[in-house]
């Protein structure tokens, strides 16, 4: 059974990186052909994809977010991470990982990220 | 983008109901449709993929239609864990793109 637990700092403060870290469990991220996504969920609101990688550590990325966000792997940990740059209070959310886009199958509890100074 | 429209945005039924939700797309996506139930303070749940394929253990009462531009989530007979809010995503074009949410709520 696939696990998946983000975590990383709640708290973020405006102008900075918000780093997060999903870490993977019940199988191997660098053994093709999946896929592992982020996605995130505003307050209230509904769910934003905002990327993937590759288990070959290509990516995509959503148009919207695409100027400030990187992704990569650390298949030594099994481990794959988001950085989202330049954030506003606007990138305050529930942010989740989860493995594939079609679908996507197995997530992650989600990780409330606060932007405030 | 691919906009997705899920109706109604809410819904009040009562266990036993019939209930079926709407995801309408804004352009043809074939059968690259799939759904998920989140309840409160948890992730979503995949529920159904390739727009009528029932992941495994999800309970047959569960069930999916449609192709193109327009499908449906149908529970035959709600039970109390079936409150909660159902979205649709379409996986056909990048970026992903869910619905806005449809929250079945006890009436």
């Known amino acids: 059974q696939v696990q998946l637990q983000e975590s990383g700092p709640g708290l973020v403060k405006p102008s900075q990186t918000l780093s997060l870290t999903c870490t993977v469990s019940?199988?191997?991220?660098?053994?093709?052909?999946?896929?592992w996504s982020w996605i995130r969920q505003h307050p209230g609101k509904g769910l934003e994809w905002i990327g993937y990688?590759?288990?070959?550590?290509?990516?995509y990325y959503n148009p919207s977010l695409k100027s400030r966000v990187i992704m990569s792997l650390d298949t030594s940990k099994n481990q794959f991470s988001l950085n989202l740059s330049s954030v506003t209070a606007a990138d305050t959310a529930v942010y989740y990982c989860?493995?594939?886009?079609?679908?996507?199958?197995?997530w992650g509890q989600g990780t409330l990220v606060t932007v405030s100074s | 983008d691919i906009q997705m429209t899920q109706s109604p945005s809410s819904l009040s039924a009562s266990v036993g109901d019939r209930v079926t939700i709407t995801c309408r797309a804004s352009?043809?996506?074939?059968?690259?449709l799939n759904w998920y139930q989140q309840k409160p303070g948890k992730a979503p749940k995949l529920l159904i993929s390739?727009?009528?394929s029932l992941r495994s253990g999800v309970p047959s009462r569960f069930s999916g239609g449609g192709a193109g531009t327009d499908f449906t989530l149908t529970i035959s007979s709600l039970q109390p864990e079936d409150f909660a809010t159902f979205y649709c995503?379409?996986?056909?074009?990048?970026?992903?793109?869910f619905g806005q949410g449809t929250k079945l709520d006890l009436k």
């Open positions: 989860a493995r594939g886009i079609n679908p996507f199958d197995y």
């Open positions: 019940g199988g191997s991220i660098s053994r093709g052909p999946y896929y």
């Open positions: 990688i590759y288990y070959s550590g290509s990516t």
């Open positions: 352009q043809s996506i074939s059968n690259y």
């Open positions: 390739a727009a009528s």
């Open positions: 995503q379409q996986s056909y074009n990048t970026p992903y793109t």
